[in-house]
């Protein structure tokens, strides 16, 4: 099943995209429904590099809902005079067998950037709920999201 949420954020495009390219963002923005410990490697690189990350999935930062490998990297196409930047995660895991993840940053007016989580989900006979978990969990990202950008993502780390 898929999810797309998008919203506009108060930044530059070229500030959020070396945010988003950062594992201490999606920690931030997760909390407190998810927390992504670090299993291989043992710690989360300062940027996602491309490739291969394990992860273990605690709900609400304390229940252990399995692992997932976030699979990561980078696309950009060109639309019209503008450049969208994609990080994508072709994910998979315990509980949910696929979770492919896509964050489009493209340039809107002068200082402000359009953002857009795509996410497809497959969890068998669990797909609905897991969707269901995911609308809320990306529309509380994108929450704080707005949140870190209209202070200039300050708080972070």
């Known amino acids: 099943m898929k999810i797309e949420l998008s919203t506009t954020l108060q930044a530059p495009a070229d500030q959020v995209w070396r ?17 992504f410990r670090p299993i291989q490697p043992t710690t989360l690189p300062e940027v996602w590099a491309d490739g291969e ?6 709900l609400f930062g304390v229940l252990p809902v399995g692992s997932q490998v976030i699979r990561v990297h980078r696309e950009e196409e060109q639309e ?3 450049s969208a930047r994609y990080l994508v995660d ?8 696929t979770w492919h993840h896509r964050i489009r940053v493209v340039p809107e007016r002068p200082g402000t950037t359009h ?6 989900v497959e969890a ?5 709920f ?8 990306y529309r509380h990202r994108q929450r704080r999201l707005r949140e870190l950008a209209r202070g200039g993502f300050k708080n972070v780390e």
């Open 53 to 58: 990350v394990r992860v273990s999935l605690l």
């Open 130 to 137: 897991v969707w269901m978990f995911a609308q809320v969990f």
């Open 115 to 120: 953002y857009t989580d795509s996410v497809v």
């Open 90 to 97: 072709m994910g998979e895991g315990d509980l949910v067998k």
């Open 19 to 35: 945010w988003v390219q950062r594992p201490a963002l999606l920690n931030w923005v997760a909390a407190p429904l998810v927390k």
């Open 80 to 82: 019209g005079e503008q």
């Open 124 to 128: 068998g006979p669990l797909t609905l």
